[in-house]
């Protein structure tokens, strides 16, 4: 009997459990501190120009940092009402979509036999994207505007913007298409083949809807990058019709200069479209870069 009972565990024992280190908890409200500081830099401008454009210049002027006293729609009303905001935003939007689907298409057709065949100079031709990162748009805009306005005669077209925007995109779309394409296995190639399946076969039917993290990723990236665009645009585009959204804050900020708070609105109305896209397909870029990343 007293062997059993002294075989028994007591009813007050619990399992020992592993304690958090005393520094732990410091660090993670360290690590918190750092990223609210982070996002209240990032955000502060952002939220700061969009409420200046619910206020007036009086308002503004006398309480630059402040709340505002007054909301008023006046601003965001005479911008939406207005026809150049609307023309400039259709430019932007067009250019933007051309520039899309040239970086996706010539993107992904050039990272597919980089990452799939076997070559002599694959890893040099490989090399060649890469370095152009380190070749910046200042570089080549005076060429630039010789070769489409005085060579090609695209000078005010759509066109004439998109294709330098999409060349200077392809360096990113390989490098990051590349290990994306080179994760997928090579067995649902190797079986595809085998049913009889052609190369060009594979990559449209199997390989392609699989990219579809990867040409959202780079997709959403140029989408962003030629609506946010301004030296290529400025350097090519002369005809007021034909301006894009960034030029149009440019001309909007000099032609009103005194009038702040409709800078402030303008300059949010310009900002706010390719931030939501940004931002709803922020999941799918996730996703698109760490089977980069993983590849």
């Known amino acids: 009997m007293s062997a059993m009972t002294q075989s028994r565990a007591p009813e007050s024992y619990t399992p020992d459990r592993p304690r958090k280190a005393d520094g732990a908890g410091r660090g993670n409200i360290f690590v918190y501190l750092i990223a609210a500081l982070v996002v209240a830099f990032t955000l502060g401008p952002v939220l700061y120009g969009v409420l200046a454009g619910f206020r007036t210049n009086t308002d503004l002027s006398r309480n630059p940092s402040g709340w505002p006293e007054v909301f008023t729609f006046d601003n965001y009303k005479n911008i939406l009402t207005g026809d150049r905001f609307w023309g400039y935003a259709f430019n932007s939007t067009m250019i933007a979509l051309i520039t899309t689907a040239i970086v996706v298409v010539a993107g992904l057709m050039a990272a597919y036999p980089l990452a799939r065949y076997q070559f002599r100079l694959r890893e040099p031709l490989y090399l060649v994207f890469v370095m152009g990162l380190l070749f910046p748009v200042a570089v080549a805009v005076i060429p630039l505007f010789i070769m ?14 998109a294709l330098p925007q999409a060349a200077f995109a392809l360096p990113t779309t390989i490098i990051i298409l590349r290990p994306f394409l080179q994760a997928l296995p090579k067995e649902l190639e190797e079986a595809a083949l085998i049913d009889g399946a052609s190369r060009i076969g594979f990559f449209w039917r199997i390989l392609l809807p699989l990219s579809g993290p990867g040409m959202v990723t780079v997709g959403v990236l140029a989408f962003v990058g030629s609506w946010n665009a301004y030296l290529l645009p400025l350097l090519l585009l002369r005809n007021d019709s034909i301006k894009t959204l960034p030029l149009g804050v440019a001309d909007f900020s000099t032609r009103y200069a005194t009038d702040m708070v409709g800078v402030f609105a303008y300059t949010s109305l310009a900002m706010i479209p390719a931030l939501i896209f940004f931002l709803s397909l922020q999941n799918k870029i996730v996703n698109g870069l760490q089977g980069a990343v993983k590849g």
């Open 148 to 161: 489409i306005s005085n060579d090609l005669g695209w000078g005010d077209t759509w066109w004439g913007v």
